[in-house]
């Protein structure tokens, strides 16, 4: 009785990381950030949905890249990485989707991002976001979250008409987007585990 009491309860506790963790996107996929023209980030993210509660992940070697938030479009277009909101420059940066907007990823380094190393990365909130496609996630391997300096960007909210993931890279990291049966059945469990 209570091998099979804290079966349950280990199961309830691992349903509830699951609630806890959005998907985890490798910018440029297999090929991660690179300035050397095989990847078109403006049609990577294109097949993405990233929402609230998500992360992207730039993987790079770091002696030849960076990764740097700008706040404009107009920066974005520019190149501008004069004012960043954030830089990284560890080659393998985690950063987390706090809200939605949209935010601006670019190399700061002498033209890679006129080669077409940056990135918008369009934010909406999980209400906005259309049902997840059934596509086999890809592991990707653990983030580092350090960087130079971070700053949350107020950009602004996007319009609700998003496209669908036609075939995300997703890594093995849990990902749950409508939660709110799953976390009642979760807390139902441990107040009967509890009783």
């Known amino acids: 009785m209570a091998f099979a009491k804290n079966s349950v ?17 490798k910018v440029g996929d297999s090929n991660g950030w690179t300035d050397k023209g095989s990847v078109s980030y403006k ?5 993405k949905t990233f929402v609230v509660g998500d992360s ?18 107009t920066e974005f277009n520019g190149c501008n990485s004069k004012a960043p909101l954030s830089a990284y420059n560890s080659g393998n ?10 935010f601006f990823y670019i190399c ?28 086999s996630p890809s ?14 960007s107020s950009a602004p909210v996007p319009s609700p008409s998003a496209k669908a993931p036609t075939s995300p890279n997703k890594s093995s990291a849990p990902s749950v987007k409508s939660s709110s049966g799953l976390f009642m059945l979760v807390v139902m469990g441990v107040l009967a585990y509890l009783a």
């Open 139 to 152: 592991p990707s391997p653990a983030p580092n979250s350090n960087h130079s300096q971070h700053n949350e």
């Open 108 to 135: 700061g380094l002498p033209g890679h991002c006129e080669a077409g190393q940056k990135v918008d990365i369009r934010v909406l909130e999980p209400s906005q976001a259309p049902s997840p496609s059934h596509s």
């Open 43 to 47: 049609d990577w993210a294109s097949t």
């Open 93 to 102: 940066d985690a950063v987390a989707l706090k809200k939605a907007g949209h």
């Open 56 to 73: 992207i992940v730039f993987e790079y070697n770091a002696k030849e890249q960076n990764v740097v938030q700008v706040k404009t479009l």
């Open 9 to 25: 309860l280990v199961f309830m506790v691992m349903a509830l990381f699951g609630v806890c963790f959005g998907t985890v996107y």
